[in-house]
């Protein structure tokens, strides 16, 4: 990051411009955090949909490029929330923000397109999980200092440790999200400091879908397809959470 | 099998009792058998122990072995979370984390310092690789590897602390694994040994055993069966003390036993033999039936005898059958019984066993059938011929009474002598003493002289007459022992005073003397006189001038009573050649004694054989030119002669019988009483007559002893009432002369045998001491011409109104025409005599009670005397002391008389 003291002094008033308009706009930056974790949600969907596509070992050309994944996902938004990720209206930061998540996705597929259209192999380990955990750090890498999107689970869910909890997501997950009268769907939004840097936090959560739990469902232990163990879930079960971390 | 050495273990199995054997035996298995179960299970035990240490040391090594698994599945998780990065493998190396540490607290146990040293390089190395997992979570991968580097030293550090340990484990494990297991392998060996060595010690010990058992028990069974063959048993077992021994001893004992039992059985055999040959060589016929008169044996004599029946001679023939067939086919002489009566009587003779029978049987042979009977209830016959010994038998008798007709008629012929040859010399001396007395008075002394000289010779005649007679009657054994109780003093005077002539002729002084005390003494009175008259008048005959002393003393030698007579002079004595020659008949001490001494050398000898008669001896010392002695001795209760020949009235006197004791003096009566049982009979004893007789009839005595001298009671008509019941007639009646008195006793008792001529001194001097008064009234009986006018004239002169009579019957015609005082009845009497008389006289009962005096020459025998006894009341023997015994009689028979009138 560059960090001058102009550079700061800058950022310093964008981010309370940010910040107030965050807090001015504390739904704004949920909405954005929602945005943004909902097209990084569809696109997972996406991937998981197409999993058994993926892991054909006697398909080669699959066709399943970062175009259609995307195209894919935003269909999936438009239905899931009504309207386009990208929509006309959006702030500049907002919309650079979900941009740079239509690429991430996009790029990381056709990154793996090699992967995905080999043939012979089974099971391509290119899972959903891992297709967002990839593309969260592509995004990140495009706008870290912006704002970053981690896909999490409760710590006795995580399987990558990339993908662990930190502390205050941790805390969020067992006392908030985790609890059983916590409406489903509803995000957690907090405003706190991450890195030093004031920061608007948001953790929704993710449940899980049924092609969720090929791998995540029952019987609980089972080795799945990945070598893991089985989580045990049930579909609907609180099965991750996306973390938004908005800097203001 | 020879008897093993004791020391020994087959002697020592051999000489100890099977039970013994089988537990010691049983207890050397046994102890072998805890011994090698002890061995083996301390063995086992101490290999458990190793292979516990070995287990323990492949534990250890598991736990090193553990320890470095998990250490390498935490390597391998933490390799795996640093490139997969998934929680689950983060989970799973914490786990493998734990799992070390577990693994390692355990190897603290025996291998601190590897533990602490893996330990540490455990913790650093997870350490280390978390650091390098988080840098890769972080991306950085450059840290991250630099991490894991030296992560991996530590790794490294620790993989070889265990491997070095895991290898040090193992070694030690191994090594101990195989110490356990050679060590097993050592036991494994030793208790396969120990086991084979156990097996085929106990194998043999028990064949041992076994063969000391079943050995000797087959030979025992062998032995036995042998022995139950009749064979020798062969070898036996030693004799011990174990049961085999025992059962050897008592094999041999039992064939000791059946040897035994051969021997016995072959010497029955040979008995049996010898009994048979002996049966059958036996010259009687012998014949044996069994209890059920059954024949069992018979000899061939038996069949010689009896031919005609010998084909049914079969054993177990009946015996009736044989008699039946003897009958039937003419064998024996039924003497008159039908055929049925002779053998039912010949059967029962059978059957009561102990008989013996002559049997005549036909051909005039006669069988003496001898039967008795067996203990066990069979009959023995043995048949006799003794035709021959019957024909002896007859001959014999027929000699018998020859000879006893000659002895008869020899006795006849003493007696007659006697009396033949003392009449006439009676007459001779008897007149001449008379003689001698009218011419005394008429002053006539050399007719006197003259006639002395004539009565003298008849006194020498009579005297040898006597002495021959005695001697005759000796050597005949004729002369008979009457023993008498009586006292010696009054005989010792009268023989003084009888002798005293001869003592005076020679000028001789005689010395009587007797020792104080007690005179009496029983035995043959007459005999006793006679012997004292003979050596007294021997003395004199051979002592002039001198003294001659005749001592009696009474002596107590053994606890019996003997009388020593000595009769001691001063004469001319005899040598010790004369002396040998003293006792033999008719030689006097010298030839020339004779001539000039007198005599006829027989005194002597019937002196010492009525010495010895009288269960005495005599001897005889002698100095020639001092003097003789002639001693004798008596017992004083003269021995009496064995029981003679019973009285044909007399029955049972020997053995048991009752003898009835009439005597109404109780001194008396206890007296006899007492001798007659000592003498083995039953005394039933009778106060008076009248009980006597009532005793008499209602028992049946087998001899009555009366005592006629019974104060106060008539003797004499107990005894005329005896002699008159035909029930009591033939029993024999005693006249017994115990009494108080003896004077009376011997007056009344005792038969005096006085021979004739009687001294008409002393029959004078007895008539004077007669109680006048009374009729003096005399029926005289005597045959003999001469004697009666002899005592016609004795009596005459006493004052006696003599009657006389010629024989037995005139003499009884007297009496029942008058009945005189008394009457003098001679014995000697042809036609009557006077025992018939006397009978006859008894039988009179006016008569019954006349006093009788028996005077006669004759020796009368004891059955006469004692018959007289009861018959008379006196007897008195003609002779030369006759007369004064008569006199004295005839005052005693008056007296009483007197008195009962």
């Known amino acids: 990051m560059r960090c001058t003291r102009k550079g700061l002094l800058v950022l310093g008033v964008v981010a309370a411009c940010a910040a107030a308009a965050a807090s001015a706009d504390n739904g704004s930056e949920r909405a954005i955090g929602e945005r943004l974790a909902g097209i990084i949600g569809a696109g997972r969907s996406v991937v998981s949909s197409h999993q058994g596509l993926i892991n054909d070992p006697d398909i080669g050309e699959k066709n399943l490029t970062g175009e259609r994944v995307v195209a894919e996902a935003v269909e999936l938004y438009e239905k899931r929330r009504g309207e386009p990720p990208v929509t006309e209206g959006m702030k500049e930061g907002e919309r650079r923000l979900v941009e740079a998540a239509l690429a991430a996705m996009r790029e990381i597929v056709d990154e793996n397109e090699a992967l995905i259209d080999m043939k012979g192999l089974g099971f391509k380990g290119f899972l959903p999980a891992t297709y967002t955990r990839l593309v969260n750090e592509r995004f990140a890498e495009k706008v870290g200092s912006e704002a970053r999107v981690k896909f999490t689970a409760p710590p006795e869910l995580v399987r990558n440790r990339k993908a662990r909890p930190d502390a205050w997501e941790q805390r969020v997950l067992a006392s908030e999200l985790g609890t059983p009268g916590w409406p489903m769907g509803e995000p957690y939004t907090e405003a706190i400091e991450v890195e030093g840097r004031p920061a608007f936090r948001m953790l929704i959560p993710e449940y899980y879908s049924a092609s969720c739990l090929s791998c995540h469902g029952e019987p609980k232990g089972q080795t799945d397809v990945t070598g893991y163990p089985k989580e045990g879930g049930r579909e609907g079960d609180l099965g991750g959470a996306t973390s938004i971390t908005l800097f203001r | 099998m020879t008897t093993p050495a004791l020391g020994s273990l087959p002697g020592r199995i051999g000489a100890s009792t099977i039970s013994l054997r089988i537990t010691a035996l049983s207890a050397v298995l046994l102890g072998a058998l805890v ?49 997969s990065l998934l929680t689950l493998s983060e989970r799973q190396a914490a786990a493998a984390r734990q799992a070390l540490d577990r693994d390692l607290a355990r190897l603290d146990a025996f291998a601190p310092d590897a533990a602490a040293h893996i330990r540490s390089g455990a913790s650093a190395y997870y350490d280390l690789a978390t650091q390098a997992v988080d840098a890769y979570t972080a991306d950085t991968r450059v ?61 043999l010990l028990t ?39 025992r059962m050897a001893r008592t094999l041999r004992m039992l064939q000791d036993a059946q040897e035994a039992r051969r021997e016995l059985e072959e010497a029955a055999r040979r008995q049996h033999n010898t009994i048979l040959t002996a049966i059958e060589t036996v010259p009687d016929g012998f014949v044996l039936y069994d209890a059920e008169d059954r024949l069992v044996m018979v000899n061939a004599r038996y069949l010689e005898i009896f031919p005609l029946v010998a084909d049914l001679m079969t054993p177990g023939r009946s015996f009736e059958e044989v008699l039946r067939a003897h009958v039937e086919r003419g064998a024996v002489e039924t003497e008159g019984l039908s055929a049925e009566e002779w053998v039912a009587e010949r059967l029962q003779r059978h059957r009561a066993g102990g008989s013996m029978i002559e049997q005549r049987f036909t051909g005039d042979a006669w069988i003496r059938i001898v039967r008795r009977k067996t203990p066990d209830g069979g009959t023995v016959g043995v048949y006799t011929d003794i035709t021959d010994l019957r024909r002896r038998q007859d001959e014999l008798e027929k000699a018998r009474r020859g000879a006893e007709s000659a002895n008869e008629a020899k006795s006849r012929f003493l007696a007659s002598m006697s009396h033949e040859l003392r009449t006439p010399l009676n007459a001779i001396i008897g007149y001449g003493e008379m003689l001698i007395e009218d011419a005394r008075e008429s002053g006539d002394e050399r007719t006197v002289a003259d006639l ?38 009054p005989l010792l005077a009268d023989v003084e005073s009888t002798v005293a002539p001869l003592i005076a002729r020679n000028g001789n002084h005689l010395l009587v003397e007797m020792t104080e005390g007690d005179d009496t003494i029983r035995t043959d009175r007459t005999k006793l006189r006679q012997n004292l008259f003979n050596l007294l008048s021997n003395a004199a005959k051979f002592t002039e001038n001198g003294e001659i002393r005749l001592s009696v003393a009474r002596r107590k030698v053994d606890g019996q009573d003997w009388l020593d007579f000595a009769v001691s002079d001063t004469g001319i004595g005899m040598t010790e050649e004369q002396r040998a020659r003293l006792f033999r008949a008719f030689v006097q001490a010298d030839t020339s004694t004779s001539r000039n001494y007198g005599g006829t050398g027989l005194g002597l000898v019937i002196t010492q054989s009525f010495t010895q008669m009288m269960g005495g001896t005599m001897q005889v010392e002698s100095t020639p030119g001092a003097g003789s002695t002639f001693r004798f001795r008596i017992p004083a209760v003269c021995p009496e002669p064995a029981a003679e020949e019973p009285h044909p009235a007399a029955h049972g006197l020997e053995g048991r019988g009752r003898v009835l004791v009439i005597d109404d003096e109780a001194l008396g009566r206890n007296a006899i009483a007492e001798v007659v049982r000592e003498a083995g009979f039953v005394a039933i004893e009778a106060k008076s007559g009248a009980e006597g007789l009532a005793l008499a009839r209602a028992a049946r005595p087998d001899a009555i002893v009366l005592d006629i001298i019974m104060p106060g009671q008539d003797g004499w008509s107990v005894l005329r009432e005896i002699r008159a019941d035909p029930a009591l007639r033939d029993v024999p009646v005693i006249l017994a002369t115990v009494v108080a008195d003896r004077e009376m006793g011997l007056a009344f008792g005792a038969v005096d045998h006085l021979v004739k001529p009687i001294d008409p001194v002393r029959l004078l001097a007895t008539l004077e001491a007669i109680v006048g008064g009374g009729r003096r009234e005399v029926l005289v009986v005597e045959d003999d011409g001469p004697t009666r006018s002899l005592f016609h004239r004795l009596l005459t002169r006493e004052g006696w109104h003599v009657r006389e009579a010629a024989d037995g019957v005139q003499g009884l015609r007297e009496l029942e025409e008058h009945r005189p005082t008394l009457m003098v009845l001679d014995l000697m009497m042809p036609g009557m005599d006077g025992f018939q008389l006397l009978a006859a006289v008894k039988q009179r009962p006016a008569l019954a009670d006349l006093p009788v005096i028996v005077v006669t020459s004759k020796d009368l025998t004891r059955d006469e005397l004692d018959w007289l006894k009861t018959h008379a009341g006196e007897v008195v023997m003609k002779g030369e002391r006759g007369r004064a015994e008569l006199v004295a009689a005839l005052k005693r028979h008056v007296a009483e008389t007197e008195a009962a009138a």
């Open chain 2, 207 to 245: 064949l041992l055993v076994l063969r000391s058992i079943l050995t000797p028990l087959g030979r025992l069974n062998l032995a036995m069966e042998r022995m139950s063959a009749g064979q020798a048993p062969g070898p036996l077992p030693p004799e011990g003390a174990d049961e085999f021994g």
């Open chain 2, 452 to 489: 002395e000289k004539i009565t003298g010779s008849g006194r020498h005649l009579l005297g040898l007459i006597n002495d021959i007679l005695d001697l005759s009657k000796i050597e005949a054994g004729k002369m008979e022992l009457y023993v008498e109780s009586f006292a010696l003093r």
């Open chain 2, 143 to 203: 840290i991250g590897n630099t991490l894991l580097a030296a992560a991996r030293r530590h790794s490294q550090q620790a993989e070889d602390a265990l491997a070095a340990l895991v290898e040090r484990l193992q070694v030690e494990a191994d090594r101990a694994r195989d110490e356990a297991a050679a060590a097993a392998h050592t036991a494994l060996v030793r208790s396969a040994v120990a086991a084979g060595s156990i097996v085929i010690g106990g194998v």
């Open chain 2, 35 to 83: 011994l090698s179960v002890s061995v083996m299970s301390w063995d086992l035990l101490a290999n458990q122990r190793r292979m516990d240490a070995a287990n323990e040391r492949f534990h250890k090594l598991e736990l090193a072995a553990n320890a470095q698994r998990t250490f390498g599945e935490l390597r391998y998780w933490m390799t795996d979370l640093a490139v």
